[in-house]
């Protein structure tokens, strides 16, 4: 597994990290090791044309799971959006039985699960590490968020 770094960019410095859950439409079981295969290498492509970067890519045969981090000028929806496309045309290319297991259709379901994923920690961590920046640790929270009750 590759394991996520710092992108330098002009202006930023940055370590987004997006977790994605993409079904095969109808849930069909279209993954095989070929496809897989073929798969994993249609990303290695996609990372060097664009700020995509897989750091794990896994499947349980009607879906894969996409570990993948990017820059800030990239929206999840537009990264998911290149990451379907690309692979939904070069799989039905490379894997004309795919494309008929699916009756000529899509590939992919039109949805899909984003999760973003932290470098150093969860929530709980990060909230800690701003509170504890404050000069003299006089930190002053202006709004947190409460989960809201029914009753």
């Known amino acids: 597994m590759r394991e996520s770094t710092y992108i330098h960019k002009s202006h930023n410095v940055s370590v987004l990290m997006y977790h994605f859950v993409c079904p095969a439409k109808y ?37 894969v799971h996409f570990l993948v981090q990017s820059v800030p000028t990239q929206s999840p929806t537009q990264i998911i959006k290149i990451l379907k496309s690309i692979t939904a045309r070069e799989i039905f290319r490379q894997h004309p039985e795919v494309k008929k297991q699916l009756w000529g259709g899509e590939f992919w379901t039109d949805g899909y699960y984003v999760s973003t994923v932290g470098k150093h920690g969860n929530e709980d961590i990060i909230s800690k590490y701003v509170r504890e920046q404050g000069v003299e640790k006089e930190y002053k929270a202006l709004h947190k968020a409460q989960q809201l009750a029914l009753f």
Request: aromatic share 10%; proline share 0%; charged share 35%.
């Open 27 to 63: 849930r069909r079981v279209v993954f095989s090791d070929e496809v897989d295969q073929s798969l994993k290498n249609i990303c290695l492509e996609i990372e060097k044309r664009y700020s995509i970067y897989f750091l794990e890519i896994g499947t349980d045969n009607d879906h």
